[in-house]
């Protein structure tokens, strides 16, 4: 027997990472001037052709990957093997708990 919570939350980040990742590789330009205005934009992309090239390609490329994992939790959300749901659990729970350690200590440094 699955549980429901776990295909919910599984879809739920599924569909959160799909759309951040398609909104990275796609919208790059337009989620910057949104989230920070049109000057801090214009900053935020380089201010040589180089570096905005270098700057496109890591997020096209960190985009893909999170549009990757969206796609592997939603395969994920419909297995029924309670023993793996329960594993897989664990492991989020852990990264989760490892990401934000790894962000309050380098927020700490900087």
């Not at 599984?10 to 590789?25: D, E, P, Y």
């Not at 395969?75 to 934000?100: P, R, T, W």
């Amino acid at each position: 027997m699955a549980s429901s919570g776990f295909f919910l939350i599984c879809m739920l980040h599924s569909v959160v990472a799909l759309t951040c990742g398609s909104m990275m590789v796609f919208y790059t330009n337009e989620v910057f001037v949104f989230g920070h205005g049109s000057e801090i934009a214009s900053k935020l992309v380089g201010s040589t052709p180089h570096d905005q090239l270098l700057i496109r390609t890591s997020d096209s490329f960190s985009g893909l990957l999170l549009f990757a994992i969206g796609f592997l939790l939603f395969m994920v959300a419909f297995v029924k093997d309670k023993e793996f749901q329960s594993f897989f659990a664990k492991g989020c729970v852990l990264l989760h708990v490892a990401m934000a350690i790894w962000r309050v200590f380098f927020e700490r440094k900087a």
